[in-house]
């Protein structure tokens, strides 16, 4: 399996941006599609991006369509988050997932997970 590791989480104000990674080691990265989720305190992991090992192919929560791009660098096995016009309910601990075959929104779909980032917006 896959080994992930997020980084470049923070504290930015509302309306800032921050770029999360996922670093993978361990396995072919290009066949795995990849997931973000977050989870805020006291709710459920929710879905936020996905893309598939391509890199061509994305998928967004509503939540976060026209703000945020999920992007990948296959040749770094490299998954990055880009996240703009930041808001505090984007608030969460961000972890990144991966899953043989095609990328989905359901969180159990993912069999490899990394350990999260802590993203934190003021306001």
């Known amino acids: 399996q896959v080994q992930l590791v997020e980084s470049g989480g923070g504290l930015v104000q509302a309306g800032g941006s921050l770029r999360v990674s996922c670093a993978a080691s361990g396995t072919i990265f290009s066949i795995y599609a990849m997931g973000w989720f977050r989870q805020a305190p006291g709710k459920e992991r929710e879905f936020v991006a996905a893309?598939?090992?391509?890199?061509?192919?994305?998928y967004y929560a509503d939540s976060v369509k026209g703000r945020f791009t999920i992007s990948r660098d296959n040749a770094k096995n490299t998954m990055y988050l880009q996240m703009n016009s930041l808001k505090p309910e984007d608030t969460a601990v961000y972890y990144c997932a991966g899953r043989y075959g095609s990328s989905t929104a359901t969180i159990t779909a993912y069999h490899s997970w990394g350990q999260g980032t802590q993203v934190t917006v003021s306001s």
């Open positions: 893309i598939e090992g391509n890199g061509i192919t994305t």
